[in-house]
């Protein structure tokens, strides 16, 4: 696709939703860093439901580690493979507190070091809760990328390296957010909403349900 398409799609979007940000809730870097740990393979319907709860008895590492592992189970049990990321959170919690004070690393090796934190949720939490300019790629936008052809990719780190490079500066800080609601709501992956899309006149997908 183009540069001046490309730039068009950002541009609608913008005008669409100038101020996107992500769906789970949470009032902290840490709370989200739990969040994004819990939504692997979950919804983030379901997150907020379970996190609800949690983050009123356990809203920092010290809270989290007081609340016991068994009772965290408890709180998350609702929530896809929720033993091991109760683990992974229950372990991430030590660490932030034996390295960090407590605090979540706004560095990409620092947050790449926690367990459960992989380059995507670390991409996610350097973008929304530090402001920084990256493109997490989750399957909604993988999707997107390459069906629209705005930047198509055979795997996540070809197409989150694409996105770095099409996307305009001033737009990259939303991008993400963009990319994934649109991926999420009229993109979808079964029977995507062309005839509702506000790109498809841009859209380089073959098959459009128009």
């Known amino acids: 696709m183009n540069s001046k398409n490309i730039k068009e799609i950002y541009n609608r979007f913008q005008k669409e939703n100038p101020k996107p940000t992500t769906e789970l809730n949470?009032?902290?870097p840490f709370e989200l860093l739990i969040?994004?740990?819990?939504?692997?393979?979950?919804?983030?319907?379901?997150?907020?439901?379970?996190?609800?709860?949690l983050f009123e008895v356990a809203a920092t590492p010290q809270t989290m580690l007081a609340l016991g592992l068994t009772e965290l189970k408890n709180y998350i049990q609702t929530i896809g493979l929720f033993n091991n990321k109760?683990?992974?959170?229950?372990?991430?919690?030590?660490?932030l507190i034996e390295k960090y004070d407590g605090i979540v690393p706004k560095d990409r090796e620092g947050l790449e070091s926690l367990p459960g934190v992989g380059r995507k949720t670390a991409n996610v939490i350097l973008n929304t809760a530090f402001g920084q300019p990256t493109i997490a790629?989750?399957?909604?936008?993988?999707?997107?990328?390459?069906r629209t052809g705005i930047a198509p990719g055979k795997n996540v780190a070809q197409?989150?390296?694409?996105?770095?490079?099409?996307?305009?500066e001033k737009y990259k800080m939303n991008a993400h957010h963009w990319l994934l609601l649109h991926g999420r709501y009229i993109c979808?992956?079964?029977?995507?909403n062309c005839e509702t899309c506000i790109i498809s006149d841009l859209c380089e997908h073959k098959e459009k349900s128009i």
């Open 26 to 28: 949470f009032s902290s």
């Open 35 to 53: 969040a994004v740990i819990l939504s692997a393979q979950a919804t983030d319907i379901g997150v907020n439901k379970a996190t609800s709860k």
């Open 86 to 95: 109760a683990k992974n959170i229950w372990r991430t919690c030590e660490i």
């Open 137 to 146: 790629v989750d399957t909604h936008i993988f999707r997107v990328s390459n």
């Open 159 to 168: 197409v989150e390296k694409k996105l770095l490079k099409v996307t305009p």
């Open 188 to 192: 979808k992956a079964r029977k995507p």
